[in-house]
């Protein structure tokens, strides 16, 4: 069963093809990324900047992990180096931190992901600990759950909606495996989707894919053995998202998004998108190579970038996209991978998979939350300064929150 839609608003030569395949729904986007009309657009200011070089303690961020919007209008912000979530309101004003550095309950070491559950509850994992502790809105403390992995360092996570938890970890050989050699060498890992219950156990695996490429080199002293990585120019990885229908998971070789079923990863749906992938041209793996090299401060520094360059490996096309996040209405807001300059475009996709159009970000920002005609984001300055920021979308400004 196909379906071709063209003209109206979706522009001229862009077609959605469905067809099915033993339950697995195909869904195809064709056409170029030209013909692809504008979602929405993006205030070109932003309605609200926090953040701050001297200002309050409570106004300067260390290191943004997220930005949650809330359903007043307000935003919970995870800042990962105080190890703390801090709560504003719609008009920016401080309400109150969650959490501190330590060990103890109710505090945090390497926060790394933050969801707000039914009930108002925050829950927050973090990734030292591979623990989840909830919050409520008024900062009392509830339930502290530890993820039960054998073996497995969970560092990247994804909650539910219902609570439970996508933890992703890298396959480990048996015995650890072979030491790595000295020469520097192109590897990727094996990355491991896995779904935990609300009580911290494993639940199943939703997925197993190809995970990070890196260039690996080996550093020897009389004293230490240091594995040092770094991602090549055109470095390919995974990502994956949770979603009200299940769990997006792919690796952005190429523009390919597949929805799978938490409990035992049966695949639902494809997402494919023709015109939307680039090709690696040599004019632009010079101009990596070139900047890669310039910016390197000495001569040593150098001669290390262009061997890094020399083992890069160059696939046909750039990567796809780098970054998932799902709105308030179970769409997906796919960014552009960019080589050089800062990823300023997103792909807009519905739950079913036709692409509904393109939106230009501006600043830079990368977007953290979409709920009730508004994005959240993170911006950093010149100075690394991080400012969490709130853009309208000026077709959703006066949508109602739930």
């Known amino acids: 069963m196909a379906a071709c839609i063209g003209g109206g608003d979706r522009g001229p030569a862009l077609e959605v093809l469905r067809t099915d395949s033993a339950g697995v729904e195909l869904v195809v986007n064709r056409g170029a990324s030209g013909a692809v009309p504008v979602f929405t657009t993006l205030d070109s200011v932003s309605t609200l900047r926090l953040g701050s070089l001297d200002g309050r303690p409570e106004e300067q961020f260390g290191s943004v992990v997220d930005a949650l919007a809330l359903a007043d209008g307000g935003v919970a912000v995870l800042d990962g180096q105080a190890a703390e979530i801090r709560l504003f309101d719609s008009e920016g004003g401080y309400r109150t931190s969650l959490g501190s550095k330590g060990q103890g309950p109710g ?39 530890t993820l039960q992995a054998d073996r497995a360092r969970v560092v990247v996570v994804s909650f539910l909606p219902d609570g439970r938890l996508v933890g992703q970890s890298r396959w480990l050989a048996a015995n650890g495996g072979p030491l790595p050699g000295q020469e520097p060498t192109f590897v990727r890992d094996t990355a491991v989707l896995t779904l935990f219950g609300t009580d911290g156990v494993v639940d199943d695996t939703v997925d197993v894919l190809p995970g990070r490429e890196v260039i690996q080199t080996v550093e020897v002293s009389e004293r230490s053995i240091s594995v040092m990585k770094r991602p090549p120019a055109f470095g390919r990885t995974n990502l994956f998202a949770s979603h009200p229908d299940g769990v997006w998971s792919s690796t952005n070789d190429r523009f390919e998004l597949r929805l799978r079923e938490p409990e035992g990863g049966r695949l639902i749906r494809i997402i494919r998108a023709f015109g939307l992938e680039r090709p690696v041209t040599d004019d632009l793996a010079q101009e990596i190579r070139d900047r890669t090299v310039a910016e390197a401060e000495t001569a040593a520094d150098r001669r290390t970038a262009a061997r890094w360059n020399a083992l890069s490996a160059r696939p046909e096309t750039l990567p796809a996209y780098d970054r998932i996040v799902v709105d308030d209405h179970g769409r997906l807001w796919v960014r552009a991978w960019s080589a050089l300059d800062p990823a300023t475009r997103w792909w807009v996709f519905d739950g079913g998979g036709e692409l509904l159009g393109s939106v230009h970000v501006p600043g830079a920002t990368t977007i953290t939350s979409i709920r009730c005609g508004w994005a959240w984001g993170v911006e950093k300055d010149q100075l690394d300064v991080s400012y969490v920021v709130r853009y309208a979308l000026q077709e959703e400004a006066s949508a109602q929150c739930d």
Do not use: K, W
């Open 107 to 145: 505090e945090l070491q390497s926060p790394s992901a933050l969801t707000l559950l039914p009930g108002d509850t925050l829950a927050v994992y973090d990734a030292a600990t591979m623990r989840i502790t909830h919050f409520s809105l008024d900062g009392a403390l509830g339930r502290i759950t």
